[in-house]
């Protein structure tokens, strides 16, 4: 987690999930994109006796969206703008919005794995000043496995209902295998893989446990 980062609770997984539905929503259909990153292990988990230590971000892999060709990564940064996301000026792979009553900033980043690219670089489209992605190795095994998951957010009263490509364990353990449980990327540490398998929430704090703890109720798997 960067400086800047705010801290993990159980209020920033929500923020960031409710970011992501709003996303999803103004996208219009099912995105292309695959989620990985902080928010799987609760999706993937659900019915684990332990709770996620959260995130304060989405991280989605695009190679889907990618190869879609410019007519989707058009709507998806129409959507990001439409859900109150800006870019940051200096991170075209990075978007980010306020929450609303919290002191706290959900980033939505656009991670790809590119063969033409080389690792760490960032990948722009001619077509977009400011949508990019980061060409991070080992984030392309999300692509590959995947299930819709429906989620849902009540936001400003209103109930929204969306489906969502979430990786599962090989894209997880895949990405782990490539990279390792962290990957540096221009100074920020974007953490994955089997970290968020088992850091979880305890009454003292955060506590590691171990696989089979984390494992159990992981029914997606």
């Known amino acids: 987690m960067a400086k800047d980062d705010p801290p993990r609770s159980r209020a920033a997984r929500r923020a960031a999930e409710d970011a992501l539905v709003r996303v999803v929503h103004h996208y219009g259909e099912t995105p292309e994109f695959v989620l990985l990153g902080g928010l799987v292990p609760e999706l993937l988990c659900s019915e684990a006796g332990v709770i996620h230590a959260g995130t304060t971000d989405v991280d989605v892999q695009v190679n889907l969206e990618i190869a879609a060709g410019a007519t ?99 894209g997880v353990s895949g990405l782990s295998r490539d990279e390792g449980v962290y990957a540096q990327v221009r100074g920020g540490v974007l953490a994955f893989a089997a970290y968020y398998l088992t850091v979880v929430w305890e009454p003292t704090g955060i506590a590691i446990v171990t696989s089979s703890m984390a494992l159990k109720g992981c029914d997606r798997l």
């Not at 706290?104 to 690792?119: M, Q």
């Not at 400011?130 to 009540?154: I, Q, W, Y």
């Open 72 to 170: 989707n990564m058009a709507r998806l940064e129409q959507a990001l703008g439409n859900a109150e996301f800006t870019p940051d000026p200096q991170r075209i792979w990075r978007w980010q919005t306020d929450v609303d009553g919290q002191k706290a900033v959900v980033k939505f980043e656009l991670l790809a794995d590119l063969d033409y690219a080389p690792g760490g670089s960032v990948v722009s489209f001619d077509e977009f000043e400011e949508l990019g992605a980061v060409n991070l190795r080992g984030t392309g095994f999300a692509a590959r496995d995947f299930s819709p998951r429906a989620m849902r957010a009540r936001i400003g009263g209103i109930s929204y209902h969306v489906d969502v490509n979430v990786t599962g364990l090989a």
